[in-house]
């Protein structure tokens, strides 16, 4: 089992940077495929951005490709999203998210482990 606590949100003026960051307890958690999903008031979950376990493969929604990275560190148990360009339209809890299997999926049901969530605010 792993926890997750995310951090590193706030509130940025469009055409900012912001990074979150998750931190995750656990001796397992290099065995995890680690996601970042957000939720906007009155929208569902969205998938954002997702790393392998071993941090060779990653995978992006088309609404921030090319504008944010996703990375890990599992020496640190630590996974990373650099949100550079933002957008009101970014505004959004984001959630940290583990998956202990090998695939990488853009579904939030597929992923067992959540964080709290930390709030990205843009604005215009």
């Known amino acids: 089992q792993v926890q997750l606590v995310e951090s590193g949100g706030g509130l940025v003026q469009a055409g900012g940077s912001l990074r979150l960051s998750c931190a995750a307890s656990?001796?397992?958690?290099?065995?995890?495929?680690m996601g970042w999903f957000r939720q906007a008031p009155g929208k569902d979950r969205e998938f954002v951005a997702a790393?392998?376990?071993?941090?060779?493969?990653?995978r992006y929604a088309d609404s921030v490709k090319g504008r944010f990275t996703v990375s890990r560190d599992n020496a640190k148990n630590t996974v990373l999203l650099q949100m550079n360009s933002l957008k009101p339209e970014d505004t959004a809890v984001y959630y940290c998210?583990?998956?202990?299997?090998?695939?990488?999926?853009?579904?939030?049901?597929?992923?067992?482990?959540w964080g709290q969530g930390t709030q990205v605010t843009v604005t215009s």
């Open positions: 998210a583990g998956d202990p299997g090998t695939t990488i999926f853009t579904v939030p049901r597929y992923y067992h482990y």
């Open positions: 656990g001796r397992t958690f290099s065995s995890y495929v």
């Open positions: 790393i392998s376990r071993s941090d060779t493969t990653t």
